[in-house]
């Protein structure tokens, strides 16, 4: 199984990553889209009024999720490039065990990338 997530989402349910261990769903994988903010926003026209705009909606967070999804004991790894990030796909799929698979993207730029990580998957699936 592998969903594929944005970073406010993966925030607000984090303790589902504790059904996960404590149910033994061995083979998940969550694709973590991290542009440290709510992008979708960026795609309403409330995106043009500042400066409410960023504080209030896409709400940065600055946060590293990595020693949280080792706190709830599953595999973490961060993919820099498409290179690591298929890699480290490629990996999850073949192998069983429940991890994190992070994309740090540009929240002004990620709707490319976040379409590319979403053909990716659907392509290893």
């Known amino acids: 199984t592998v969903l594929v997530v944005g970073d406010i989402t993966f ?4 303790n589902g990553l504790l059904a996960v261990r404590q149910h033994g769903l ?3 994988t969550i694709v ?4 440290n903010g709510g992008g979708i926003f ?4 409330v995106a043009s009024i500042e400066p409410p705009f960023t ?3 896409t709400t940065p967070h600055g946060l590293d999720f990595a020693p949280v999804v080792g706190m709830y004991g599953l595999d973490y790894t961060q993919a820099n490039s498409r290179e690591a990030f298929v890699a480290a796909l490629q990996t999850a799929v073949a192998e069983p065990g429940a991890r994190v698979i992070e994309v740090r993207t540009n929240g002004r730029f990620d709707e490319a990338r976040r379409r590319e990580v979403v053909r990716l998957v659907n392509e290893r699936v």
Do not use: K, Q, S, T
């Open 32 to 35: 973590l889209l991290n542009n």
């Open 11 to 14: 925030y607000h349910d984090l």
């Open 42 to 45: 960026n795609r309403l026209p």
């Open 26 to 28: 061995g083979n998940v």
């Open 55 to 57: 504080d209030l909606f």
